[in-house]
């Protein structure tokens, strides 16, 4: 490529009014949307390098200019993928007013929502990773983590301290939720997104609702005096007009009415 300095610092010719590293962002971006593609589609073993670049219309010149292997591609595609989804789910819970335990349908909509918009994204989120080796199960892994974050905050804020108290880790709580979740919606896409998003939403936000409304003081039960649980003695009253205990009557057994 032909440069030139201009007042000692190396700069790259414009070409059709584009500066060099703008036509080099153009060209990684046509990769990730050929990685979108194809990854999301055809799998990460299939998607060749050759077949990515001719998804991009471009060489494998400027492949290995932006990517040294393919799984650097996947990754950016990856990673693509989970901040669009991270950035959806905290507008869905900026925008919903009310408890936090309102919150939890919409974010749930928006969830289940992502993936049936784009199969594509189910399949690079949820699938993929699994079957790529260690590096991408520890992102998989990751990506959970992070879910699992933004499932505490939101939904544990103020109560973490009654959490403790009754002996429960709030982390772990937060990951075992998010895990049902991704594994409802993994069996969700393999049955072709057969069952409605509400039936989803609901199913799935009972449990999470159920805990938080548990956890909540105004839904412990008020503690009665004992006095006031306890069965009143009936009482009689008395040829003199006091009123006393009222004493249980026997039975005679049935032999002494056999005599």
């Not at 905290?90 to 049936?116: I, N, S």
């Not at 805990?211 to 909540?216: C, D």
Request: contains cysteine; glycine residues 8%; positive net charge.
């Amino acid at each position: 490529m032909t440069r030139m300095k201009t007042e000692g610092v190396v700069v790259g010719r414009n070409y059709r009014g584009k500066a060099a590293e703008d036509r080099s962002q153009e060209r990684r971006a046509r990769f990730v949307e050929a990685g979108l593609e194809l990854f999301g589609t055809t799998g990460f073993a299939a998607a060749t390098v050759k077949s990515l670049c001719v998804e991009a219309g471009l060489t494998e010149r400027y492949f290995y200019e932006s990517f040294a292997r393919r799984e650097e591609l996947f990754l950016a595609v990856a990673t693509q993928c989970v901040g669009g989804l991270m950035s959806a789910l905290e507008q869905a819970e900026r925008e919903t007013a009310g408890p936090t335990v309102g919150r939890v349908p919409a974010m749930l909509e928006v969830f289940f929502r992502w993936f049936r918009d784009d199969h594509r994204r189910a399949r690079i989120q949820l699938f993929e990773p699994l079957v790529m080796g260690p590096e991408f199960q520890a992102l998989y892994r990751e990506v959970v983590a992070a879910f699992a974050v933004q499932v505490r905050s939101s939904l544990f804020a103020g109560l973490e301290g009654e959490l403790r108290r009754r002996g429960l880790d709030p982390e772990l709580l937060s990951r075992a939720l998010v895990g049902g979740a991704v594994e409802i919606a993994k069996e969700w896409v393999l049955a072709g997104y057969r069952r409605p998003i509400p039936q989803m939403v609901r199913t799935t936000a009972f449990p999470l609702q159920a805990l938080v409304e548990s956890l909540s003081p105004a839904s412990r039960p008020a503690t009665l005096p004992r006095s006031a649980t306890a069965t009143p003695t009936p009482r009689t009253r008395s040829r003199s007009g006091s009123s006393r205990p009222r004493a249980p009557r026997s039975r005679p057994d049935r032999g002494s009415r056999s005599r």
